[in-house]
């Protein structure tokens, strides 16, 4: 059964920082991994999608890795920004599944 | 802990027919739902934010005469595909907002998905 941790539950950090956020999954024959932004009591938005075959996406100051092998996935935000906190979730898609991790809550301080 | 049901779970239907599908919250009531879409090889995208007793809000490029929302009561919302097409075969999700108590905050509760397949 496929289980999707994310690690921190709860981050935060100064604004300007660099960070990381981390993605673990258990069966590695996924589809593809996602990430998602989720601000409070709206709906997600998709930031990043890595295919199975490739190894990295970038977007703006966000870059999502995947190592298939290892089960993870990695979320790097530079620069970080007051509008950047938010709740990422990270979500591998296999077989008409969609399974989410729980979540990690990130907070930049001004 | 919290459940949300999708029904069906899979779902084949000639062009040009209507496909109805429910998004149940089953233990709590939820004044938002959100529907997803996924296209192969895509990632999950909002289609639109239903809110219980009110008109569902539409992200850009979805059209709302297609894509039929009722929310009529707090563990109910429904998505009916209207006269479907084949390029309207997708990986359908929704999800509810939960309030959990003792946390002060939101979950997003997922439902299982619904395969829609237009012949």
């Known amino acids: 059964k496929q289980e999707v941790t994310q690690i921190p539950a709860a981050l935060s950090v100064p604004e300007g920082e660099n960070l990381v956020l981390n993605c673990s999954f258990t069966d590695s024959a996924i589809y593809n991994l996602q990430w998602f932004r989720q601000d409070p009591g709206k709906g997600l938005t998709s930031l990043l999608l890595?295919?199975?075959?490739?190894r990295e996406q970038t977007s703006g100051r966000l870059n999502a890795s995947l190592d298939k092998s290892s089960g993870r996935s990695t979320l790097y935000i530079a620069a970080s920004q007051p509008g950047d906190s938010a709740t990422y979730l990270c979500a591998v898609f296999r077989d008409d599944k969609i399974i989410f991790g729980k979540g990690t809550r990130l907070h930049i301080l001004p | 802990g919290a459940v949300v049901s999708q029904h069906p779970s899979w779902v084949i239907c000639k062009s040009g027919t209507s496909v109805k599908i429910e998004c149940r919250s089953l233990?709590?009531?939820?004044?938002?739902m959100f529907w997803y879409r996924q296209f192969p090889k895509q990632s999950l995208m909002l289609m639109a934010t239903s809110n219980e007793g009110s008109k569902a809000t539409y992200e850009q490029g979805v059209e709302k005469d297609k894509f039929l929302i009722n929310h009529a009561s707090l563990t109910l919302s429904t998505l009916t595909v209207t006269s479907a097409h084949p390029e309207d075969s997708s990986f359908y999700i929704c999800?509810?907002?939960?309030?959990?108590?003792?946390?002060?905050?939101?979950?997003?509760?997922f439902g299982a998905g619904t395969r829609l397949s237009v012949l």
């Open positions: 233990d709590f009531q939820a004044t938002t």
């Open positions: 999800s509810a907002l939960g309030q959990v108590k003792v946390l002060a905050k939101n979950i997003q509760y």
């Open positions: 890595i295919q199975s075959s490739q």
